[in-house]
């Protein structure tokens, strides 16, 4: 068994894995310090069996096909369990660095299009944070990278056109888990920040599905649904979180950024004007 | 005639047209519109229910008094089932 304890800035996942190719990949697509850790101080434990891989841990077992799929499940595992154990402000977010460096942050709930308005980013050539979860921190006003990599939503299609290079350069690879399909890009890929950046929050914006692609008022009830919901408010009063998100509204004011179906190129054109 | 009063410990901040407030023992956040926000911020000192309904009559001549009520109870509801309103006499858990 091979084990490798994972170090996001003083917080720790350790995995002991009989897969060793397979730890390899999580360490070098989440990028983060790693040190060795012996089998008995496991958070994770991942052994291949005859059918595939089995994941242990606090969030049960999980039984993961072999090769890609098994490697993704670790990854989110990985995450899920630094997003449950974090004393930190995890939300649940993407985010970009703007031309002036300040960040810019989108909440949504799952399938709201988080992911393919942060793929949209990344194509662009700007610094990309996180597509799902980040580490806030309201008393600083500043975001950090949370350990998860990309992953864009593919379906039944070919990997999208932006991200063939990181495909080929190893960078990229395509795993299933639960039946969605997902492009992994690894952290280590060109674009993405490093865990020791903080950056200043520049505007904040829940965003969702919609006929049109539009920054509009919505009720603050709507605006902050997404906001707060999956935020790991252990150690941060929510008003904490709700005050940063009036500062950084976009006129001050609740607001939500529609997204029409695809077009994240369009909601980035608006985000990226906040 | 029974009285109701605001819990004691709690955040509260105006976004947009509404009122975010925290229960700050629980955590619990309530966003406040319309009648509900009228309703929570009526209740500065303690008041009964026909206290408030008689403020909304009186502040809405044109409306019907049976649906002002209506949304009165509605909202003073709310406000108890959110824990941030509770009778006056018990402490903020609903104790008496």
């Known amino acids: 068994m091979t084990g490798r304890r994972f170090d996001w800035r003083g917080e720790a996942v350790a995995v002991v894995c009989d897969d060793a190719a397979m730890l390899a990949r999580a360490e070098a697509y989440l990028g983060l310090p790693t040190s060795a850790v012996a089998g008995e101080g496991a958070t994770i434990a991942v052994e291949t069996r005859r059918d595939g891989h089995q994941l242990r841990g606090p969030f049960g077992r999980l039984t993961m096909a072999g090769g890609a799929d098994g490697a993704y499940a670790l990854l989110e595992a990985i995450a899920h369990v630094f997003a449950t154990h974090t004393r930190r402000l995890v939300v649940h977010a993407g985010a970009f660095v703007g031309a002036d460096g300040g960040a810019v942050v989108y909440f949504g709930v799952p399938f709201a299009g988080k992911s393919g308005l942060t793929h949209a980013a990344w194509r662009r050539g700007l610094t990309v944070i996180g597509d799902d979860r980040l580490w806030l921190d309201t008393a600083a006003g500043t975001v950090r990278a949370f350990p998860k990599c990309l992953k864009i939503r593919m379906g039944d299609g070919p990997p999208p056109a932006g991200a063939r290079g990181a495909t080929a350069a190893g960078d990229a690879f395509v795993g299933a888990l639960r039946g969605d399909r997902r492009l992994v890009v690894s952290r280590r890929a060109g674009g993405f920040a490093g865990y020791d950046a903080a950056y200043p929050v520049r505007a904040m914006a829940p965003i969702a599905r919609g006929a049109e692609t539009a920054l509009v008022a919505a009720p603050s009830a709507e605006g902050l649904g997404p906001v707060l919901a999956g935020a790991t408010l252990a150690a941060t009063p929510p008003m904490a979180l709700i005050r940063l998100a009036k500062r950084h509204a976009p006129g001050g004011r609740p607001a939500l950024l529609r997204i029409a179906d695809g077009d994240f190129a369009g909601a980035l054109d608006i985000l990226t004007t906040l | ?96």
């Open chain 2, 1 to 96: 005639m029974t009285l109701y009063r605001r819990i004691q410990d709690t955040d509260e901040e105006t976004f947009g047209d509404d009122l975010v407030v925290m229960n700050a023992k629980t955590q619990a956040v309530v966003t406040l519109n319309g009648t509900a926000r009228v309703v929570w911020e009526s209740l500065a000192a303690p008041v009964t229910a026909d206290d408030l309904v008689a403020l909304f009559v009186a502040a809405f001549p044109e409306t019907d008094a049976a649906m002002l009520e209506r949304d009165v109870e509605a909202a003073l509801a709310t406000l108890i089932e959110a824990g941030l309103v509770v009778i006056d006499g018990g402490d903020d858990d609903g104790r008496r």
